[in-house]
């Protein structure tokens, strides 16, 4: 058939077997991109995490050190 009436005389579709073989690729690469994204989401938030934990160990040791100015208040109504 000469290519200026394709788009008018519709073609056969593809076998169903096909169609079943596109659609499964194209779920599987859309789970991939899926997987690969939330494991970059989790590794983003474990890194987000450990920096603030590990500053407030920082900010809990330094309080450790600092006087306590409230407890010298409250000492005698205990």
């Known amino acids: 058939m000469h290519s200026n009436w394709e788009h ?3 073609q056969a579709p593809p076998p169903p077997g096909e169609i079943i073989e596109a659609l ?3 779920t599987t690469t859309r789970e991939f991109y899926q997987e690969v994204e939330y494991r970059e989401d989790f590794d983003r938030y474990c890194q987000w995490y450990y920096e603030t934990a590990d500053r407030h160990r920082q900010e809990m040791q330094k309080m450790l050190g600092d006087f306590n100015l409230l407890g010298w208040f409250l000492r005698g109504r205990h």
Request: hydrophobic share 50%.
């Open 8 to 10: 008018i005389i519709p």
């Open 24 to 26: 499964e690729a194209t």
